[in-house]
């Protein structure tokens, strides 16, 4: 057939002579690519296939098959959306393929994949909706701009524009190609090769240090355009790129510590410690006197906080600035409320001058990441809040303290639990800022939810070393209205080996008799319970259980009468909760 094996690597892609006049990639090149990453999860060929494959592209295919990849129809950063329900999809399908609904939903209980069903569906259209012999073959670059094309339309008669535009390319679309035009335009191509991996595939295939894309990928938050620049500038281009204004990058994230002393040993001598405030997280870019916030997940939410947009314009001292901090809800007195309250902010589009006066919220500032052109990612924490502390006018910084001291540690994380707050964030004070990353440099240490006092109920033998001794226990509490015993989990944690010995003992002597591998006994034995979270849970009867539950105390000085009730395990239940419920919300 007169065509060219491109790439030497493991993916060969042969083109027809009219393409290598054209140069442009048949979209069929891309679909058989998807489907050979299906196959597999070997990582390192799945890294050098897609590697060799964007080696031979235009730069503007680069990005547009960088993004279809990675299961995207737009960048990150990128607010537009495309719009386009399954619902309509699927009846553009149906009508291709001139069949009834009842063929997608067969399709679907037969491969439960929306791309693939469509495949299916396609595969034996009854009739041409239009020839496929005699169709011109899709180039990737045709399938990236109606992408585009169907994100920009907007207003009056925009649905029908959009279907048109999807029935144009569905209809001239190959089965195959019509699966991953689908999977992309509904964020569900499964190929398992996100960024990470992309990262990887741009510095194999332009010969670049790994490490160098990583670092453009973070700062212009957009690696398919990183492999664009990779592609035509090179080395050089990739060390010129420097943070942009207006684009934000994924937040720095923190792993949890158990306690402020874990914290001095991870992060040395002298530590940082801020409040951990009860709200939501946002990025502020400013130039000039425009400025635009994004939320955690970097969406644009600056038309729901006029309020913060006046603030910054108002009281910033730079020019240019990148800055991070939360914004709490706060009722007329000042004081903060409830998360829900801050998340209806965040929805409303419409009236929001109305929820603004309703709903006031404060900033606080916690970092700055850019300045005036100088990046300060790179900077250490203590001279990025020292900055911060110059340019934030009167806007508020999160409390702070430095210490080398873990029981002042101890009080500040005090103090914050008894103010409201979560806990405290410890910031290395050296450490850089590094965005998307979940590292050690930040550690959020949680108020310890107060121990609870419970009554061993029953008791099963251990294995191995422990197999004679009675050292896994189920732990009760006391129903304050029915007195009846309600059991909230097991623990085989917290004791030494010579109590579980004497406990044994006991518990023998106490012996209601077995129950299975379980031995039943009177509920005479308080002890005193430390735990990490309270769970729902079917499981048990009072629908609650206690997670990595540990013995840290036997209280002898006790009398199961002055155990902890129930319902005091369920208070702690709610308020736990709700926290929860805020956090999973931003
Ligand atoms: P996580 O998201 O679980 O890693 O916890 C960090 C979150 O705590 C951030 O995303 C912020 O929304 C929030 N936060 C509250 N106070 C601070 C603070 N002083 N420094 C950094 N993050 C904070």
């Not at 031995?519 to 005193?528: F, G, N, Q, R, T």
Request: glycine share 6%; hydrophobic share 40%.
């Amino acid at each position: 057939m007169g065509g060219i094996a491109l790439k030497k690597n493991a993916f060969y892609y042969t083109l027809s002579n009219f393409e290598l006049i054209l140069m442009a990639t048949p979209l069929a090149a891309l679909a058989e690519l998807c489907e050979r990453l299906e196959s597999t999860n070997a990582r390192n060929s799945m890294v050098s296939w897609v590697a060799s494959f964007i080696y031979q592209l235009e730069a503007k295919e680069i990005s547009a098959s960088v993004l279809i990849l990675m299961g995207r129809v737009l960048p990150d950063y990128d607010q537009r959306v495309l719009e386009v329900s399954w619902r309509t999809i699927s009846r553009i399908i149906l009508k291709i393929a001139n069949k009834n609904a009842r063929s997608f939903t067969q399709a679907f209980s037969k491969t439960g994949d929306v791309g693939e069903a469509t495949k299916m569906v396609l595969q034996d259209r009854k009739t041409g909706h239009q020839s496929t012999l005699f169709r011109k073959k899709l180039t990737i670059l045709e399938a990236y701009r109606t992408f585009e094309e169907i994100s920009n339309i907007k207003g009056t008669g925009s649905r029908a524009k959009k279907e048109r535009l999807l029935e144009t390319i569905l209809g001239s679309a190959t089965p195959e190609e019509a699966k991953y035009i689908v999977n992309a335009l509904m964020g569900e191509m499964r190929l398992g090769f996100q960024e990470g991996l992309m990262e990887q595939a741009v510095a194999e295939a332009f010969a670049l240090p790994l490490e160098l894309v990583q670092t453009a990928s973070m700062l212009m938050g957009d690696i398919s355009e990183v492999a664009v620049i990779a592609k035509t500038q090179g080395k050089k281009g990739l060390s010129k790129i420097n943070l942009v204004v207006f684009r934000p990058i994924k937040p720095m994230m923190a792993q949890v510590a158990s306690n402020i002393a874990e914290v001095f040993q991870e992060h040395g001598e002298k530590v940082a410690f801020e409040y951990k405030l009860d709200g939501a997280r946002i990025q502020i870019h400013k130039s000039g006197s425009k400025v635009k916030i994004f939320s955690r997940r970097l969406t644009n939410v600056t038309d729901s906080l006029p309020e913060v947009v006046e603030l910054v314009r108002s009281q910033v001292g730079t020019t240019i600035a990148v800055l991070e901090g939360e914004v709490i809800a706060v009722n007329e007195n000042g004081k903060p409320m409830l998360f829900q309250h801050l998340m209806r902010r965040f929805r409303r589009t419409r009236r929001i001058k109305d929820t603004a006066e309703k709903i006031p919220i404060k900033l606080y500032l916690f970092d700055v990441m850019f300045v005036n052109g100088e990046n300060l990612l790179n900077k250490s924490y203590s001279n990025r809040r020292k900055r911060l502390a110059k340019i934030a006018g009167r806007i508020l910084l999160t409390k702070q303290i430095i210490t080398d001291n873990v029981e002042t540690g101890e009080k500040f994380l005090k103090e914050a639990s008894e103010a409201g707050h979560e806990g405290v964030m410890a910031k290395k004070l050296d450490s850089s800022y590094t965005p998307g990353i979940r590292g050690k440099k930040w550690l959020k240490v949680k108020t310890i939810l107060e121990p609870l006092d419970l009554i061993i109920v029953a008791a099963e033998y251990g294995y191995g070393r422990r197999h004679g001794w009675l050292s896994n226990y189920l732990l009760a509490a006391r129903d304050a209205e029915t007195g009846e015993l309600v059991p909230l989990g097991k623990t085989f944690k917290g004791l030494t080996d010579d109590e579980i010995i004497q406990m044994t003992r006991e518990l023998k002597r106490l012996s209601l008799g077995k129950e299975g591998h379980r031995i039943l006994v009177k509920p005479k034995i308080v002890v005193e319970v430390a735990y990490n979270e309270i769970q729902k849970s079917p499981k048990y009867k009072g629908g609650m259980a206690l997670r990595f539950a540990r013995i840290t105390r036997i209280r002898k000085d006790k009398d199961p009468k002055g155990a902890d009730t129930i319902q005091k395990v369920k208070r702690i239940y709610e308020k736990q909760f709700e926290k929860k419920a805020r956090y999973s919300d931003s």
